[in-house]
């Protein structure tokens, strides 16, 4: 069985710094792609960004390109997300999302992802 465990969110202000972390056990983590999705109130998930299994590719919606990282480390078979320049809409619940096989076609996509998180909290106050 997969388990993802997330951590690190928290409350921060406008211009600060967060780093979540996803640890992964159950699965080989190498073989498994990794994403970030994150939910605001009254709204929908989104894909906030994806990394590859060597982790040579990475994928950002606009909207945190240049001020979000994702990176993993497959000795410890943790995926991170290191967020900066935290805006207020960047308040969401944050979920750590794997899967073995999606495609560059719906890494956006919830839907296909099948494993998740339990979501980490990220308050970004003004």
């Known amino acids: 069985q997969v388990q993802l465990v997330e951590s690190g969110g928290g409350l921060v202000q406008v211009g600060g710094s967060l780093r979540l972390s996803c640890v992964v056990s159950?699965?080989?983590?190498?073989?498994?792609?990794m994403g970030w999705f994150r939910q605001a109130p009254g709204k929908d998930h989104e894909f906030v960004a994806a990394?590859?299994?060597?982790?040579?590719?990475?994928r950002y919606v606009d909207s945190v390109k240049g001020r979000f990282t994702i990176s993993r480390d497959n000795t410890k078979n943790t995926v991170s997300l290191q967020m900066s320049s935290l805006k207020p809409e960047d308040t969401a619940v944050y979920y750590c999302?794997?899967?073995?096989?999606?495609?560059?076609?719906?890494?956006?996509?919830?839907?296909?992802?099948?494993?998740w998180g339990q979501g980490t909290q990220v308050t970004v106050s003004s």
């Open positions: 159950g699965r080989t983590f190498s073989g498994l792609i």
């Open positions: 990394i590859s299994r060597s982790g040579s590719t990475t």
């Open positions: 999302a794997a899967d073995q096989r999606i495609t560059s076609a719906t890494i956006a996509t919830m839907r296909p992802w099948e494993y």
